[in-house]
């Protein structure tokens, strides 16, 4: 969502790089490039102001005008000035004191409330509470059956005693939805209120019956994150008729410019708690104002990677993971193909990849990144039979196309894959041994060659090049130089001396060189 606005600041602050001291001049055109970026994005004009207001104040201070590197301090003054307008900190939901906690969603027709409903229920479920969802919009058509499809798929009950459609009395719903929380123990009540195209009157009235009739801890107002300076329009008509105590962004992984999410913090004064970044029900996370500044930038956000990784990769299986990349055990394609089951269920690739700092730069290349690739290793792996997955070595042209055919793929298909493998072992197992030595900064030495792409492949040991024999020079005294270097040279070799010109008597022992062990084996000894 925020991929525009993203490579417009990380222009700006381009121009900021090799100046040893920041001028007025350019503190404002830094300033007017990113209030320019920020009207682009949609962002409220309110917001704009007090955002570039803040950073001009700052970055003509003595902060920036001490810094060694005043283009940095630029950028944590910007980095800084925009967790606070999404926020400043995270605030966890107010449980009551006495169960049931009751939230109330809130919001327009279309912004996707009930989708909402059943992401907030299974993440309160993986929380360790016991949360139950009430259907009381009873206008939208089949709103009701929706919820019960959601609850279903999300493991969390559903109360719907009215089946909706025009039919029911929606405040009477939400209060037998509480009284049956109360008397079945449940600790979380989540209650789905009826949205419209646009903010009216009965709407209000009929939020506020809701409100009354329940008295909610939380009362969560969902915007859809695409809809621009208008969310903040909304938001300030439910703020003013019904009241709320929070936000949460829905569709967040659209292409919109993504001005909701910077605006209504300020705007309207309440935090956004969550945001919704998927259709699946796993698409829903705390929202973080320090992680979503540092997407803006390209910083990425690797507590959130990390987090998503914790829930995939059970300790067991990490621990099995970790000793078969460290060599301890073998490493083969069925832990392979395990292995990317378990990247899968962090949910999308490219998601996953963007979280990496850097990767604004290679957004195209994540764009045309396909997804289904992972399904064709998949079956390629799964054509193998035991002893091939365990024993790549042994899979020759017959048994290449023998794979190719079971899985619909070609033979070039099946080489690249088990080429890929190997490579990714080597990685993969340098990474776990932290690194090769002599390698810069402890990174595996594998050159450009030994990646996808990379290089020029071979079809097998490259020939050692020839020496072209160098004819007589024409120069009488070039001439002599050369004859008197052969003699030399072959003088040496009859006296058993070193092709480097050490005698053998005085050769350096590999021993005190403090080689790797086993490298003494290269010389022979």
């Known amino acids: 969502m925020f991929a525009t606005l993203s490579d417009r600041l990380t222009a700006t602050f381009k121009s900021l790089r090799g100046k040893g001291r920041l001028s007025e001049a350019d503190v404002d055109a830094t300033v007017s490039e990113i209030r320019r970026a920020l009207l682009d994005a949609d962002v409220a004009v309110p917001a704009v102001r007090a955002f570039t207001s803040a950073v001009r104040e700052r970055a003509l201070s003595s902060e920036v005008s001490e810094a060694l590197n005043p283009a940095q301090q630029v950028l944590k003054i910007v980095n800084e000035?925009?967790?606070?307008?999404?926020?400043?900190?995270?605030?966890?939901?107010?449980?009551?004191?006495?169960?049931?906690?009751?939230?109330?969603?809130?919001?327009?027709?279309?912004?996707?409330?009930?989708?909402?409903?059943?992401?907030?229920?299974?993440?309160?479920?993986?929380?360790?509470?016991?949360?139950?969802?009430?259907?009381?919009?009873?206008?939208?058509?089949?709103?009701?059956?929706?919820?019960?499809?959601?609850?279903?798929?999300?493991?969390?009950?559903?109360?719907?005693?009215?089946?909706?459609?025009?039919?029911?009395?929606?405040?009477?719903?939400?209060?037998?939805?509480?009284?049956?929380?109360?008397?079945?123990?449940?600790?979380?009540?989540?209650?789905?209120?009826?949205?419209?195209?646009?903010?009216?009157?009965?709407?209000?009235?009929?939020?506020?019956?809701?409100?009354?009739?329940?008295?909610?801890?939380?009362?969560?107002?969902?915007?859809?994150?695409?809809?621009?300076?208008?969310?903040?329009?909304?938001?300030?008509?439910f703020r003013d008729g019904v009241g709320f105590t929070g936000v949460v962004l829905s569709k967040l992984d659209g292409d919109a410019r993504g001005g909701a999410a910077l605006s209504i913090r300020t705007v309207t004064g309440q935090p956004v708690l969550f945001a919704s970044t998927g259709e699946k029900l796993t698409d829903f996370e705390r929202f973080h104002p320090d992680r979503m500044a540092s997407r803006i930038l390209d910083m990425g956000d690797l507590l959130?990677?990390?987090?998503?990784?914790?829930?995939?990769?059970?300790?067991?299986?990490?621990?099995?993971?970790?000793?078969?990349?460290?060599?301890?055990?073998?490493?083969?394609?069925?832990?392979?193909?395990?292995?990317?089951?378990?990247?899968?269920?962090?949910?999308?690739?490219?998601?996953?990849?963007?979280?990496?700092?850097?990767?604004?730069?290679?957004?195209?290349?994540?764009?045309?990144?396909?997804?289904?690739?992972?399904?064709?290793?998949?079956?390629?792996?799964?054509?193998?039979?035991?002893?091939?997955?365990?024993?790549?070595?042994?899979?020759?042209?017959?048994?290449?196309?023998r794979i190719a055919r079971g899985s619909g793929v070609t033979v070039t298909d099946v080489n690249g894959l088990l080429q890929r493998f190997d490579q990714a072992k080597t990685m993969m197992r340098s990474m776990a041994r932290g690194g090769m030595r002599g390698g810069p900064g402890g990174m595996p030495n594998l050159g450009m060659g030994g990646l996808p792409g990379g290089g020029k492949k071979s079809k097998g040991r490259m020939a050692p090049p020839k020496r072209t024999k160098k004819g007589k020079s024409g120069n009488p005294a070039k001439r002599a130089l050369q004859e008197r270097q052969a003699a030399e040279r072959a003088a040496a070799a009859q006296s058993g001396g070193s092709a480097f010109g050490v005698d053998g008597a005085d050769a350096v022992d590999p021993s005190s060189l403090q080689l790797p062990a086993g490298f003494d084996k290269l010389f022979g000894r």
């Open 304 to 401: 959130t990677l990390i987090e998503q990784a914790e829930k995939a990769f059970d300790e067991k299986q990490a621990a099995e993971m970790g000793r078969k990349l460290s060599g301890e055990d073998d490493f083969t394609l069925q832990d392979f193909m395990d292995y990317m089951r378990q990247l899968k269920q962090l949910g999308s690739m490219k998601k996953m990849l963007g979280m990496l700092p850097g990767m604004g730069q290679l957004r195209d290349q994540l764009e045309n990144f396909d997804e289904r690739e992972i399904d064709r290793v998949e079956a390629m792996i799964n054509s193998m039979t035991p002893a091939e997955r365990a024993n790549p070595k042994i899979i020759n042209g017959s048994r290449r196309s």
């Open 81 to 237: 000035q925009l967790i606070e307008i999404l926020g400043g900190s995270s605030r966890e939901i107010r449980f009551a004191k006495r169960p049931p906690t009751v939230i109330m969603l809130a919001g327009l027709q279309g912004a996707g409330k009930t989708t909402l409903a059943g992401k907030l229920g299974r993440w309160l479920r993986e929380q360790g509470h016991t949360p139950l969802l009430v259907a009381s919009d009873l206008q939208r058509p089949n709103a009701v059956t929706q919820l019960q499809v959601v609850g279903q798929q999300a493991g969390v009950p559903v109360w719907a005693p009215e089946p909706g459609n025009g039919v029911g009395d929606p405040v009477a719903v939400a209060r037998s939805g509480v009284e049956h929380a109360r008397e079945k123990y449940y600790d979380v009540v989540v209650v789905d209120t009826a949205g419209r195209l646009g903010v009216d009157a009965e709407m209000m009235q009929q939020a506020a019956d809701i409100r009354d009739a329940t008295q909610p801890d939380e009362i969560l107002f969902v915007v859809d994150a695409m809809i621009g300076q208008d969310a903040v329009t909304t938001a300030e008509a």
